[in-house]
């Protein structure tokens, strides 16, 4: 038994700290860290200085302009990103599209397109979930039908994230209706240019734009743009979702979130004293670190497990759940501890002497409304429940 | 043992319930609670002429309610449609000028708009924690979050004067106002008064505040009731038509007892009110009201993260009702001391 | 809206409370606030006082010796009888059966049972649950085979509460195996004397004896021993458990445990200080406390509706579920309120001097571990969340 | 990084398992629980006999471990078999023996059986606030609840000597032990010393005592782990065996989901109490073991209700083996410090 990190993997631990303290620009952290909202420019921007140290991708293979870093090696760097606010990295290029077309795509798509995830040449979004089709993923609709060497694509896409800011966007859709609904879908690269293609914003419980609708009439996608065989795209969605498994429990995040959240019970005055003096309030926030330690820990023991055997286990799923929850009750805390500061909306219109929340938690409600999507999302906590209770009862 | 609304009070309700299905639909009301100045004169006038405001006081009062019950019948039907009005902040303000013996003519007819400023940045929720100072007939202090603020025509402002807690009477005009809308739609204000020139209403007005807050409390706790009714409603429907592996999400056993126990805890926080509105004038008034916002803060929350959680992405959207339904039910509770606040009222009396 | 009782409600309430300072003894109501057991006599004897008041059957029709209570006034009873410690009324003769008989038996067998039941001569005993059917019932295996003038049972029933001191049993039996399981179920009478019934205790988690298991082998009943027509016992089963909601929420007993948790918190010293100075502890009181207050309402709420309209409604169903889930919360409390000195077993052995535990809560762990039944038995609170979504979703 | 255990320790966990298996069986286990004097003199020295008790010592004490990981390593195989023997007592007492300096001889080798004497009724849980005394040589003072004291050879007494918390030796014959049995199984006992004869083993052993808690409390936490994986295990086989409706009822998801959950909390119990096992002996420990004790307790209550409720009847037996791992991880809580206690102290360190 060691909790600790081997020499190497601190040198490296300590390289990142060295690497964020001088290139993540203050602008960004700051954004970050008050919980606004980032624009295209400043995701842009922190990939440049990422890719620029070779980082971007460094969890992908040398041969493809990675680093090839091991789980642990990702976990550290992307625990460190977050604990210094770095604006997350983009990652429906980067950790979706990438490791499939390294182990499902052609040479000639591997070539054409990796390199543009890189060099920020493409933004891509993903076309999974349908209006009828969200944890019941494979009750998707959207048809591409073959028309010589192209397919004809229309049907409905939704909650694609970041859509207004892609240029591209890879999708599920179904390609035969016989068989198991699994056994007739297809993974497909599009243009968002494309003619056909229509991107609407939804706006979100808080008010911001982050998620679209994306609607496909009749567009027209070369045959050339398939990832696999026809059919097989099931297979790749499965492999997707197995695969993404780093930051899962978000780990790093919550343990700023939580830092951020002392800092404002002491900042915060009740009754006469700080906040952070009230035994409930306090207790609250002793019951959320030590969930948040033992998700830590269990977060090291499935990376550890993953280094060995490559597999990360039912530990992804229990994560997936954990994490969130313990990320929500962190949101939640922040925003109580605002009390009547932080029901005003936009917070942010209130400043210098009329500003009501210490710096950083003017966005307290809005980040507490807004990550309730972090336990729908990706596979609601109540599918991870029925994948464990699969595991767990048969 | 009677749980029935008498025949005036389910008149007023249903009145008023007609009146808001016409001038607070879903849209018309996303429209008005999210933009300045975040009020709908003709909505407020609607509700004037409704006769709303006189039942929140007795018929000594000039009005023909002002107990406990008129004003949960009347919170109710404002929740279930999420009404954005201040009528909180009227309600309160009326008690106050009734208590003092001051005119309450303007404002039971709706032309004078009242505020109640009470918190400030470091001490919410604690009059009597305040800074805000009234001397040589002036005011000076900030109030913070002051709800209805934003289109009030006068502040009753608690300051200390000699030693006690006042109420003073400020003008709109007299005050510097910053006027913003709020995450679950509405609007407050900061109030900046600098040398503000105020009349005292009443000169030891703790008990006099206290007895409004609660009151406020109460109202917040039915408007909450009214909230979870509407949201289940909602929610309910959706369990039964959105389909999910090939049925309807109702069907699943999870789901179906998850909901049960939002169901449940409706009832309770129901059940809370009922209580509260009981109590209220008597002995029992202090810790029942502390019963009610707690409770209904708690269950508040729990219906607004769980009907989220259960309807998925949807819940999530500004389109869909649902998710404002989960705003309000959240913020309720950052109004008037949360469920922490009040339950550690509580264990003191325990 | 008026929540008080009515002048004759609360005259009647007056005239409990003078009758159980009088006439309920000390010895009996010691035993029932410090949690131990009751023996036979000790029931049997407040049976009596009851009966020489007329109150032991109060809820049954004048017509066979009762007063005809309303809903309200047996609250009232039951509630008072709660707070004043008085053990509680064997339900299986007076609340089961009698009421059935009512209904569904012949004259005969009401002339024959009902009064047996008042004086204390029968003491009836449940045979609904067997080993392969708790929750489902109605896959109940006992079989009854008609043998002229008899039945032959065979099976074996359990969870038979107080089995051991009763000297006559009613039993769903299965008389046909057609149709729909709950199609081909009898309602029996039996005497326990009979040849081939066998009465095994079933020792509890805490160590007492209150089930048991009662095995029937070619068990010989007369055919008058059956109520109603043969196949219709789940009409009457089903009957019965909609008919037995008074006292569901155990509101009484919770306010009284509620001030018994009160008294504790005060006597126990933690930190040098009372426990109850605790704020943690004594929130943890609050927060039962307000929810105890909410099913105190709901459940008057209930009995307004049902002396309006004579059916309970859903609330029968939240009311067992909020209700047992408080007097567990409060039993929980009281189990930690004691610290180390919970542990010891059986706490009485421990005395004078030597007492770890306030009067009257030397049992609490033991009460604690015991009163995890009453969200499982009657219908578990699962069972009754089925029922209730049934309603609700459809 | 590496989360496995080192061969040593493993080879140890696994002769204990089989040790256990063969005297510690469930009917035997529950005899000897419940029996005074809840003692198996057979089943203790199987335990010396493995070299058990050396495992609590390092190699500079006199035995081969002292580490957080082999506390663990141990416990959490006497949870999963729940073992009434003291061997938590016995741990505890090593502890302050090697730390005094002291013979550890007899007590490693299992002949002489220790007890910590440490609280007392009206303070529980806090050494230093107890109102036992040390004066000329002899104690004076009740001990309460003093796990192992059923069978102790000698208790370790904390007193107060010269207005410092001092630990001291007392021979058993030497008080007045009352034996009696836990409803979780097993034993202790009230220890009352009217002028005892006893020797100091250290003057200022405060932060000796606080360290041996600190042991104590991870042992808990690791044999509550090991009692969860058990009682999960059965509860897992009946929800996969048991009918009702016709279909094992681990196929309603309702249970399913509850089932997953326990499963969940169950790992982050182990997490934590790895986490607290590698931070023995750093700046970390306290904090580590609060949190460690805190959370393996109100997740070992959640485990003991749910599995009860989830299993129905059945669980509420005597002869069931579940109802037994339910006491013991309700009771686990009560022993040095429960959940509210450790969270408390948390609090005051966030």
């Not at chain 2, 926080?269 to 509260?276: C, D, E, W």
């Not at chain 2, 502390?290 to 389109?319: C, P």
């Amino acid at each position: 038994m060691d909790l600790s990190y081997s020499p190497e993997e601190q040198e490296f631990q300590d390289e990142v700290r060295a690497f964020l303290s001088e290139k993540l620009p203050g602008e960004l952290s700051n954004k970050v860290r008050r919980g606004q909202e980032l624009t295209k420019a400043d995701y842009e921007r922190w990939h440049a200085i990422l890719n620029a140290r070779g980082w971007l991708g460094g969890a992908w293979p040398k041969a493809y302009g990675g680093q090839g870093w091991s789980a642990i090696f990702q976990h550290i760097f992307e625990e460190e990103c977050a604990l210094a606010h770095a604006p997350r990295i983009v990652p429906f290029g980067l950790k979706m599209l990438g490791p499939v077309l390294m182990k499902f795509g052609t040479e000639a798509q591997r070539a054409e397109y990796l390199p543009r995830i890189l060099d920020g040449t493409d933004w891509w979004c993903q076309g999974y979930s349908e209006p009828g089709a969200g944890s019941d993923l494979a009750s998707l609709r959207t048809r591409a039908v073959r028309d010589g060497d192209h397919y004809i694509v229309n049907g409905q896409k939704t909650w694609t994230t970041l859509a207004q800011h892609a240029n591209r966007i890879f999708c599920l859709v179904r390609t035969s209706t016989e068989g198991k609904p699994q056994e007739g879908i297809s993974f497909l690269l599009m243009d968002l240019d494309s003619p056909g293609i229509e991107v609407r914003p939804i706006r979100l419980i808080e008010g911001g734009y982050e998620v679209n609708e994306v609607f496909l009439t009749d567009v027209r996608v070369p045959v050339g743009n398939l990832v696999g065989e026809e059919n097989t795209g099931w297979t790749i969605a499965k492999y997707l979702l197995g695969h993404e498994r780093s930051n899962i429990a978000m780990t790093g995040f919550s343990v700023a979130a939580l830092d951020g959240l002392k800092k404002l019970a002491r900042a915060v005055r009740r009754g006469g004293k700080p906040l952070i003096e009230n035994p409930l309030f306090a207790a609250r926030i002793a019951e959320v670190e030590m969930d948040l330690e033992a998700v830590r820990i269990t977060n090291l023991r499935m990376l550890a497990r993953a280094e060995k055997t490559g597999a990360p286990g039912p530990e992804a799923s229990m994560l997936k759940i954990k994490g969130t929850v313990v990320r929500q009750a962190l949101n939640d805390l922040a925003r109580q501890a605002l009390g009547p500061a932080a029901a005003p909306f936009p917070s942010e219109a209130l400043e210098g002497n009329l500003a009501l929340a210490p710096d950083g938690h003017a966005q307290a409600a809005a980040s507490y409304f807004n990550n309730r999507k972090i336990s729908i999302y990706g596979g609601s906590n109540e599918i991870q429940r029925n994948i464990l209770a699969k595991g767990m009862l048969g | 043992m009677n749980f029935e609304m008498s025949d005036d009070r389910r008149m007023l309700a249903d009145s008023l319930g007609r009146l808001l299905d016409d001038a607070c639909g879903f849209e018309h009301r996303t429209k008005v609670a999210y933009e300045a100045p975040w009020h709908d004169p003709a909505m407020w006038s609607g509700l004037a002429e409704l006769g709303l405001f006189h039942a929140f006081l007795s018929e000594d009062q000039g009005g023909f309610g002002g107990a406990g019950f008129d004003i949960t019948c009347v919170f109710e039907p404002l929740g279930r449609a999420l009404c954005p009005e201040p009528v909180l902040a009227q309600m309160m303000g009326l008690t106050l000028l009734a208590t003092a013996g001051a005119e309450t003519g303007p404002a039971l007819d709706g032309t004078e708009r009242l505020a109640l400023a009470v918190d400030e940045p470091d001490a919410p929720w604690e009059p009597e924690a305040g800074s805000t100072e009234f001397r040589g007939g002036k005011v000076t202090g900030r109030k913070s979050v002051v709800y209805g603020g934003h289109v009030a025509d006068r502040f009753l402002v608690a300051a200390l004067a000699d030693g006690k807690t006042a109420l003073v009477s400020v003008a709109a005009g007299d005050a510097s106002v910053t006027p913003y809308g709020m995450i679950d739609g509405g609007g407050a204000s900061e109030v900046v008064f600098e040398e503000a020139p105020g009349e005292v209403l009443i000169a030891d007005a703790g008990a006099a505040i206290a007895d409004a807050l609660d009151r406020g409390r109460l109202a917040l706790a039915a408007e909450a009731v009214g909230a979870m009714d509407a949201a289940l409603a909602l929610f309910t429907d959706y369990l039964k038509t959105r389909k999910q592996f090939g049925r309807p999400i109702g069907t699943f056993q999870a789901l179906q007892h998850r909901a049960v126990d939002l169901a449940i805890e409706t009832e309770q926080a129901r059940s809370i009110v009922i209580r509260a509105a009981a109590a209220m004038g008597t002995e029992a008034q202090g810790k029942a009201v502390a019963q009610a916002k707690a409770l209904t803060g708690k269950i508040a929350r729990l219906v607004a993260e769980e009907t989220i959680q259960m309807q998925g992405g949807v819940a999530m959207t500004w389109e869909y009702p649902s998710s404002h339904y989960a705003k309000r039910l959240t913020m309720i509770d950052h109004q008037l001391g949360d469920a922490m606040f009040h339950t550690e009222r509580l264990a003191k009396m325990v």
